[in-house]
């Protein structure tokens, strides 16, 4: 895997809602990775284009302050924080337990969204180039 270029930043955080809606606030694209818990496989990935529907609600856990990530993202959408640019992918969680480890099929949806984030940074920068040109 190549790396992305230094213009791209990738941060983990702890999704506490406000504090992602201030490190989202002024920024021109994002791409958000959570858990989710639909009943699916565990493993499961969606993607959804924040910046253009709301997320579903309900997919997403709740934070400790009884706020999570759709929450966060559709506040960010009402206040005009949220870029316009707004993905998100979810993979379904096998477990929520404290500690517990990845499953075999989390661990594998990680490693598959890491490649197709890659992808999909790395042609939007090319398709932003080819219009500069």
Known sequence: MSALPAEIGVEE?????????????????????????SGAPA??????DAGSV??????FGLSTHAF??????????ALGQLPRHCIVYAI??????????LSPSVA???????R????ELLGEIHMEEGRRA
């Open 54 to 59: 709301p997320l579903p609600q309900g997919l």
């Open 108 to 114: 594998a949806a990680v490693a598959d969204v890491a």
């Open 68 to 77: 999570g990530l759709a929450e966060a993202v559709e506040l960010g959408r």
């Open 13 to 37: 955080h702890s999704g506490e809602a406000a504090a992602l809606l201030d490190r989202l606030d002024g920024l021109t694209a994002a791409y958000l990775v959570d858990a989710c818990a």
């Open 92 to 101: 379904e969680a096998g477990s929520f337990d404290m500690g517990a480890p």
């Open 116 to 119: 197709r984030l890659q992808a």
């Open 43 to 48: 493993g499961t990935v969606r993607r959804f």
